[in-house]
């Protein structure tokens, strides 16, 4: 139980991965705040949460919106009195255009969600963190290790998550608190298995060639999937990574070296 008697709030809490952190951290152990603007969502998964035994407090959040985030921390604090990890996760896809054609106003909307809104949370929970010794996991994307057309203002994005969660390990370090990031490539979920449906398809052939095809690219051979890469981000918030910091977690079953 890498996580036992620690609460982690999480942002984002979708379908996918965010999803998939809150659970594994509640199988570590952990008790969760669940944040994302989807209500539903964040009961479905405070359910699944409270089957395994632990606590879940779910809060409505917009992340982008100042009020919201102080309630998400008085919330959280009220409920369970400590956060030992704040895990950055939440995503606004970027538009996918090559950058000499893209919208601005796009550009700028989506860096408020990826990047300015994980600042906004950290510093805002920076004090209660610093209380337990916590850490900050921020969730990225193997974007940053290639450059592929209609990907920059994505890797943009990603890139500047990388820079200020490496500028918040500077930072906040002398208190006491860790800032890690996790870089995942493929993930197995829903939205992959929906999108190989769709090219197997249209290109006459099974979803499972898909995958061969896919997966025979990776080291490893095989899509990992969202428990497996949510997995890392438990071992981050554990005191198994205590001396762990400033540091990006490559999750990709061997797709990029770095
Ligand atoms: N999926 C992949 O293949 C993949 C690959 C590499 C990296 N990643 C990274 O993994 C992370 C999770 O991705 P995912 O696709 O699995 O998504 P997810 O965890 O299923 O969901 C992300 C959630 O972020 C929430 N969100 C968006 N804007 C928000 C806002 N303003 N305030 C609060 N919450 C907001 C959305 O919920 P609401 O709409 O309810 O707010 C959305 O459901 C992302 O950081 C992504 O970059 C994903």
Redesign the pocket.
Known sequence: MLLDGKVVVV?????????AIAVQCAKAGADVVL????ES?LTDVAEEVADLGRRALSVP????DDAACQNLLDSGLAQFGRVDALVN????MPPLSDLATVDLDDVRSAFD??VL?ALRLTRLFAPALAERSGSVVM????VLRHSRRTFGAYKLA?SGLLSLAQSLAAELGPRGIRVNSV?????W?D??KWYFDYLASKRGVTPQDIYDETAGTLDLRALPE?EEIADTVVFLASSLARVVTGQCLDVNGGEYHH
């Open positions: 942002s984002g809490v979708g379908s996918g991965l965010g999803r944040a994302a603007r989807t969502r959040t917009d992340i982008t996760n939440a995503f606004a969600v990826n809104a969730i990225n994307s193997a990603k870089a995942p490539g493929y993930i979920g939205n992959l969202p």
